[in-house]
């Protein structure tokens, strides 16, 4: 058996909060004699914790301390300390990452998440978790489809669509259960959110008595923009009143859909109460299972549905860099590097055309305070000359001058298997620490996390990401 981490995953939904722990294993998988090939292997879920509801304090703010408390309670049922975590983890989906407070709960739960854990709230890592943890990409592989996911929860749908196991694109609707709160007892509507203005939809209004036959033209209106969204409905006029601001969306051509998130338990079986939770997730999960476009192709069943965001992030937020690494006198983890990627153009140039290039863009970086430390990204070469990689150094080394001179170190992220030679190369011409690592696809706009060595200090643990604390 190989070397385990020991990862957690938190999800802080508009609904629900959840945590599950896992125990990843790595293994090599290059052939005797060769340079190693470190992935990781099996991922086996060991806890999950209860589904609780989100704690608020009103709808603008998250109770802080009542997550943290869910959080350490939950820790002391798995049998697990904290401090025993090596990776995962820890995301505020859907409205709740919209909360004026958002920032200080991932500030709260620091303590709970292990040394290498990433925060987020982007939709774009939503999206692909949710879609991982539900087994959507596996199956797109494994049947050669083209399969889009929707996880819906309280507040938005994050959609992933993959094609033969390959992501293709990600995105978000403003699309969920808990958009229209209702009391139980009464039938009278506690919320609505701002989001049906902006889509143009008419939707009750706070205090009103609604049912199920009143609600029916705003939850056709939410199964259209999802119907829009895969493609099996004409135009794009309900996609474009729900998507989430800040994204962007092309109806997809696709073989299947899947679903996950609370309102996927509410299309596979819901309860006999429409108004089980107190909101519209039931009738809306029943909305999505009427809908005659959504049987005119494949709907495939994930091995997750509610929990699927939160195995996700557990079991597959993490990754492994290349095994061609170079690292000098560096300090793990590293984290919320921002990534600064050259065109292949740039990149192709000589040595001065490099360095004037990276020059130029690390004022992208600079604010009043000067720059910052990020993570130079490049495509690489599959086979460079010595001459060529002697060239691709000196460039990379003169134009992150500035950024060493500022008291920040020189990270290089390659795609191509060439980081060990790049990194020898860059080692005699820049003093003191020094990382290249290779295997790491990754653009302008994303953020990177650097855990510790593991594999015996062949690999290092990863996670690409998007720091996006949406705003309504």
């Excluded at 300390?81 to 709740?96: L, R």
């Amino acid at each position: 058996m190989g070397e385990e981490l020991l990862s957690v995953g938190i999800d802080i939904g508009t609904s629900t909060t959840q945590l599950i722990l896992s125990k990843l294993t790595l293994e090599n998988r290059a052939a005797p004699f060769t340079v190693p090939r470190v992935a990781i292997g099996e991922r086996e879920v060991l806890y999950r914790s209860h589904i609780h509801f989100t704690p608020l304090l009103s709808d603008t703010v998250i109770d802080a301390e009542g997550v943290r408390a869910i959080v350490e309670e939950e820790y002391r049922k798995s049998g697990y300390d904290k401090s025993q975590v090596d990776t995962g983890a820890v995301i505020i989906t859907g409205e709740t990452a919209r909360k004026e407070n958002a920032r200080e709960v991932l500030s709260a739960l620091s303590a709970f998440a292990g040394d290498f854990v990433v925060a987020t709230a982007g939709p774009d890592l939503e999206s692909i978790l949710a879609a991982r943890g539900a087994g959507a990409d596996q199956y797109s592989k494994e049947q050669h489809k083209r399969i889009l996911h929707f996880d819906i929860g309280g507040g938005t749908a994050n959609l992933a669509l993959y094609d033969r196991g390959e992501l293709a694109a990600t995105g978000c609707l403003d699309v969920g259960g808990r958009l229209i709160k209702i009391d139980r007892n009464s039938g009278q509507v506690t919320y609505v959110s701002p989001v049906f203005g902006r889509a143009a939809c008419p939707a009750p209004a706070v205090g009103q008595r609604v049912t199920p036959e009143t609600l029916t033209p705003v939850l056709q209106a939410m199964v259209e923009a999802l119907e829009q969204a895969a493609g099996l409905r004409p135009g794009r006029d309900r996609l474009e009143g729900f998507l989430t601001q800040g994204t962007r969306w092309a109806p997809a051509t696709v073989d299947g859909v899947s679903f996950s998130g609370g309102v996927a338990d509410c299309v596979y079986q819901p309860p006999e109460d429409w108004l089980a939770y107190g909101d519209i997730g039931v009738l809306l999960g029943k909305a999505i299972a009427a809908s005659p476009a959504f049987g005119q192709v494949e709907r495939f069943r994930g091995a997750e549905t509610i929990r699927a965001t939160v195995v996700g992030a557990g079991s597959h937020a993490t990754d492994l860099s290349g095994s061609t690494i170079f690292y000098r006198d560096m300090d793990f983890p590293m984290k919320n590097l921002p990534i600064l990627k050259l065109t292949r153009q740039e990149e192709e140039g000589t040595a001065e055309e490099l360095t004037k290039a990276i020059g130029d863009k690390l004022n992208w970086y600079a604010d009043q305070s000067g720059l910052t430390q990020l993570v130079l990204a490049l495509r690489g070469e599959d086979n460079p000359t010595y001459s060529r990689i002697q060239d691709l150094a000196q460039g990379v080394a003169r134009g992150l001058a500035p950024l060493l001179a500022a008291g920040f170190l020189p990270v290089v992220a390659v795609e191509a298997d060439q980081a060990k030679v790049l990194g020898q190369a860059l080692a005699a011409l820049v003093p003191g620490p020094l990382l290249c690592l290779d295997g790491i696809h990754v653009d302008n706009g994303d953020y990177l996390d650097i855990g510790g060595p593991v594999a015996g200090g062949a690999v290092l643990p990863v996670v690409i990401k998007t720091l996006v604390f949406n705003k309504s």
